[in-house]
């Protein structure tokens, strides 16, 4: 049998967002502002891909308003559609 390999940038990536995950209460209202550059780098990885939602720990909802806030700060240029090493 072939062993698999790892991709180390891959789990790089896993782990700086594991790290940077934040459970949310249930009572406290999340609220992604697409001007709010520093909150919405938190949640892309470092090739400029949204982090999925099971890794955020984010529910379906908050994920999805998360998403439409940074696709509308990506259009308004605030933040990068792509890493700079990757263009």
Do not use: C
Not at 2 to 31: D, E, H
Request: no cysteine; proline share 2%; charged share 30%.
């Amino acid at each position: 049998m072939k062993q698999r390999r790892t991709n180390t940038s891959m789990s790089k990536s896993i782990g700086n967002a594991l790290a940077s995950k934040k459970k949310v209460s249930k009572n406290q209202v999340v609220f992604f502002d697409y001007r709010d550059e520093r909150k919405l780098k938190r949640f892309i990885n470092d090739q400029g891909k949204i982090i999925p939602r099971r890794i955020t720990g984010l529910s379906a909802k908050e994920q999805n308003l998360l998403t439409h806030s940074v696709k509308w700060a990506r259009f308004l240029s605030i933040i990068p559609y792509v890493a700079d090493e990757y263009k």
